[in-house]
């Protein structure tokens, strides 16, 4: 101990461009289709629910994209994350490995999300819209979003997933202070909520359904849009700015990982780290092995078919190929909420399909335990979906303890978990049930997938 913990930047060292991994890949990923012709889209199909400048981000080849300055401004607010060296951690597993983390529950929301929220706020803003409507699983995204819009002056709705609405009351009141508002979905307020809700009145919810009312209401008002919280081109892509600050700190810290990983549910915080990484390798540098963490009882990317399926459960979104369960798979209620979706990000799928990352699933009970252990060494309380990174980074320092060989593993600690006590709670109390995945139901969703 005695050596350095945290390595932070200044405000200056703020990135001053988007890392763009499309302009480095070998091969573009399939194309994005039209769900009626079943034809390649192009920009004016998405207009009615995004703005031009993020539909323009969302096809992009520029390596570089400049972040406008008001959005670096309102960064400045929490960015650059800090750095840490996990060295009380390293200790209690007397790994010769060195462990870093990256953390982004230093942000107002608590998590990665406002590094989006914000931009696609100030996009929307400038483009003179009024109001935004999204979905959020966790309450990560749509506190996050809550956030922008107060900064920005938008007008924010949430159609918050059912079983994150009950397990986190205090969520919701967390968007309320910044003035949104949070309704639980499946909801009355859209005609796919109430068409759900007629089927299964005790739904749970899911984000595919989600993202189904909150496109709806977007696609049918002039002044409103929609944003997504994660799995598209140009969400990803704001998250870049926290692998590209960990570059520079791994420089400060002398080291570079041979292990990058992060969890995944649509696939943001995951890219916004290891993309820059990848990236460098691509252009020339040193090889990183890239592992995304995906709960057992929703695994996309690990076992989910790579096909064309719709973004939403109610089928309005374009057709996207990706890893997917089937988009009326219907994942099991278990606590990392932010990892409940039946579908990957397409680019990640993509570079999954090209071998530059692994992909692995836990169950929820071990991630509990890792991140426990974690926040005993170390004194943050990870995010449940946060976790899942723990726990990988844990069984690879282990392994390193084995084999005897000091490997450098740097994971994203997305997000803190001091919404999530309830889920802690579960766990103390032993209730904490590993839901296997439901094999007949997958095989009934992916029978669903539509022909292409
Ligand atoms: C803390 C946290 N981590 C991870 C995720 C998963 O999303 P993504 O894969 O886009 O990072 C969420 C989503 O809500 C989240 O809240």
């Known amino acids: 101990m005695g050596e350095t913990i945290k390595y932070v930047l200044d405000e200056t060292n703020i990135p001053k461009s988007w890392y763009n991994l499309m302009a480095d ?8 289709l039209h769900p009626g012709t079943r034809q390649p889209i192009g920009p004016d199909d998405l207009a009615p629910l995004f703005p031009m400048s993020l539909i323009l981000q969302e096809v992009s080849t520029e390596r570089n994209i400049e972040i406008p300055k ?26 010769p490995a060195r462990i870093y983390y990256k953390y982004e529950g230093v942000s107002p929301a608590g998590s990665h999300k406002p590094n989006t929220a914000v931009a696609q706020a100030f996009y929307n803003k400038d483009a003179g819209v009024t109001k935004i409507t999204t979905e959020t699983g966790a309450g990560q995204w749509g506190s996050a979003l809550a956030f922008a819009g107060a900064i920005l002056g938008v007008d924010v ?96 810290a002398g080291d570079y990982p041979d292990f990058v990983i992060g969890c995944t549910g649509g696939g943001s915080n995951f890219s916004g780290l290891a993309f820059p990484f990848i990236g460098a390798e691509l252009r020339g540098g ?7 963490v995906e709960p057992a009882a929703c695994p996309s990317l690990t076992r989910g078919r790579y096909a064309y399926d719709f ?38 799928s993509h570079i999954k399909e090209l071998g530059l990352i692994e992909a692995r699933a836990y169950h ?10 974690f926040a005993r060494h170390e004194g943050i309380v990870p995010a449940p979906e946060a976790n899942h990174a723990v726990k990988a980074t844990i069984d690879e320092a282990v392994r390193c303890k084995e084999e005897g060989s000091a490997k450098t593993i740097l994971f994203n600690l997305c997000g803190h978990g001091h919404f999530d006590m309830q889920a802690y709670q579960v766990y103390f109390a032993a209730r904490l049930r590993d839901q296997p995945y439901d094999e007949a139901e997958l095989a009934m969703a992916l029978a669903g997938l539509p022909s292409v």
């Open 25 to 32: 890949l070998p091969s573009p990923p399939p194309p994005v």
């Open 311 to 348: 973004g939403d459960t109610g089928h309005l979104t374009p057709l996207v190929r990706m890893h997917t369960l089937g988009s009326t798979f219907m994942p099991p209620g278990f606590h990392a909420g932010g990892l409940r979706y039946h579908g990957m990000s397409p680019l990640v």
């Open 157 to 252: 709705q949430i159609f918050m997933v059912r079983v994150s609405y009950n397990q986190k009351p205090y969520r919701r009141a967390f968007m309320e202070t910044f003035g949104a508002r949070c309704i639980p979905s499946p909801s009355m307020e859209t005609n796919f909520g109430r068409q759900v809700l007629a089927a299964t009145p005790e739904s749970n919810g899911s984000l595919g359904i989600a993202i189904s009312e909150a496109v709806e209401v977007a696609a049918g008002r002039e002044d409103t849009k929609y944003a997504l919280g994660s799995v598209l081109n140009h969400v990803l892509l704001h998250q870049t700015v926290i692998g590209q600050e960990a570059i520079a700190q791994m420089e400060l």
């Open 70 to 95: 008001p959005v670096r401004d309102i960064y400045k607010q929490w960015r650059p994350s800090p750095l840490f060296r996990a060295r009380r951690l390293e200790q209690a597993l007397q790994t």
């Open 364 to 373: 929820q009970t071990a991630c509990f335990e890792a991140g426990v252990l």
């Open 286 to 292: 040193r090889k990183v092995r890239v592992i995304a």
